[in-house]
């Protein structure tokens, strides 16, 4: 029999969680791990059709009051007005979960020399992933971190990282036998960078607001399956002691578990769960 009080831990009923890229693949897990569990999870998204369409859906399955609204997060106006805007209708936020970044790919490239090596990257690229995925999280956490450090009980924020913020990428992984030197994919020096930044940005804020009770930990996940072609698959499944890449709602536990009571002792965590990749 399942003990009810234990299994109340992981309760989320009445929580309102705000997570940032609410409308990409994993946002939309995130948002429906804590619907699951009782919580209104906003959508903030670049894309406001992709947000209130992400937020629909949730409400629809769920019968939570989602919304989803659109937000530049590299824009601090833009940050502050929709704090407002949420504050308004729910009074509070008791998680932030920044998810929001960008991912550059290891894109097909007919140019004489591929743009994601280091020696051809441009600084624009460079000062836009920067923007996104460290400033955004950064305005995100001074201003609804700020907020939930205000509530009588704290709350939590969730960084999302990744396996690529805790070891270097594989470029082996992209490697095409048809392409000279100067041609070879690789992934971009502005993933790792980011998802290494993102674990400094944990630590601080784990014990900035720690005696208001406001927790941070980061998960690093692994790869996520999404339509990637059978070479590449066949060659990370070699790297991961699991054999696999994970599927798109294997991180809703995770997620579920660190938004509540059953974390409460945990902050300034790293939390790895990429199949064990990082292990080798």
Not at 175 to 187: D, G, I, L, M, T
Request: with cysteine; net charge negative.
């Amino acid at each position: 029999m399942i003990d009810k009080q234990y299994a109340s831990l992981f309760a989320l009923t009445g929580k309102v969680v705000v997570i940032t890229g609410g409308a990409g693949l994993l946002g939309q897990q995130h948002a429906a791990a804590v619907a699951k569990y009782g919580a209104v999870p906003i959508i903030l998204d670049i894309s406001k059709e992709k947000a209130e369409a992400a937020a629909a859906l949730i409400n629809e399955e769920y019968g939570v009051e989602s919304i989803g609204l659109s937000l530049d997060i590299t824009l601090e106006e833009d940050v502050v007005s929709c704090l407002e805007l949420i504050k308004r209708k729910y009074e509070k936020i008791d998680v932030l979960i920044n998810n929001a970044a960008n991912n550059p790919k290891v894109e097909k490239n007919t140019e004489e020399k591929d743009f994601s090596r280091l020696e051809n990257f441009d600084l624009e690229v460079w000062n836009k992933d920067i923007s996104v995925s460290l400033t955004g999280s950064f305005l995100c956490s001074k201003y609804f971190g700020h907020a939930i450090s205000k509530n009588p009980d704290g709350g939590v924020i969730i960084n999302v990282s990744s396996d690529l913020g805790v070891i270097a990428p594989d470029q082996r992984l992209y490697f095409k036998s048809e392409k000279s030197a100067e041609q070879q994919p690789v992934k971009p020096i502005t993933y790792s960078v980011c998802k290494s930044g993102i674990l400094g940005l944990t630590r601080y804020l784990a014990t900035y607001w720690a005696d208001r009770n406001v927790r941070c930990n980061a998960i690093c996940p692994g790869g996520v399956l999404n339509n990637q072609d059978e070479d590449f698959l066949k060659k990370i499944n070699t790297l991961i002691p699991l054999g696999r890449m994970a599927n798109v709602d294997d991180y809703q536990g995770i997620i579920v578990f660190l938004c509540s009571d059953a974390a409460v002792y945990m902050t300034g965590a790293i939390i790895n769960i990429d199949g064990g990749r990082t292990c080798w």
